[in-house]
């Protein structure tokens, strides 16, 4: 079973940045797609934004132009760069890994996942 640990996650005022992590285990990101997803409270789970094993990315549009998904095969890192952050970004964002380096944007196709970090945002 893959093993993922996020950080990076904290508070930030309305148009301030912060950068997530995701540390995943051996071979990882080299082999699978690995993509981020964010859950408010009451809302279903969503995709971010997403990168093959080969290093094609897709961002949801919501975030598109804001947020960069790259990651490190080296260090089995994934990241993820936000910028210009809105109160509507506040969430639980979770590293998921999925069987496989084609990516798919919906949670079920995905069976590895990190505990979570938290991102508030303040305006």
């Known amino acids: 079973q893959v093993q993922l640990v996020e950080s990076g996650g904290g508070s930030v005022q309305a148009g301030g940045s912060l950068r997530l992590s995701c540390v995943a285990s051996?071979?990882?990101?080299?082999?699978?797609?690995m993509g981020w997803f964010r859950q408010a409270p009451g809302e279903e789970r969503e995709g971010v934004a997403h990168i093959a094993a080969f290093g094609q990315t897709s961002y949801a549009h919501t975030v598109q132009g804001r947020f960069t998904i790259s990651k490190d095969n080296a260090k089995n890192t994934l990241y993820l760069q936000m910028n210009s952050l809105k109160p509507e970004d506040t969430a639980m964002y979770y590293c998921?890994?999925?069987?496989?380096?084609?990516?798919?944007?919906?949670?079920?196709?995905?069976?590895?996942w990190g505990q979570g970090t938290q991102v508030t945002v303040s305006s």
């Open positions: 998921a890994a999925r069987a496989g380096g084609i990516c798919a944007t919906i949670t079920s196709q995905y069976n590895s």
């Open positions: 051996t071979y990882t990101t080299t082999s699978k797609c």
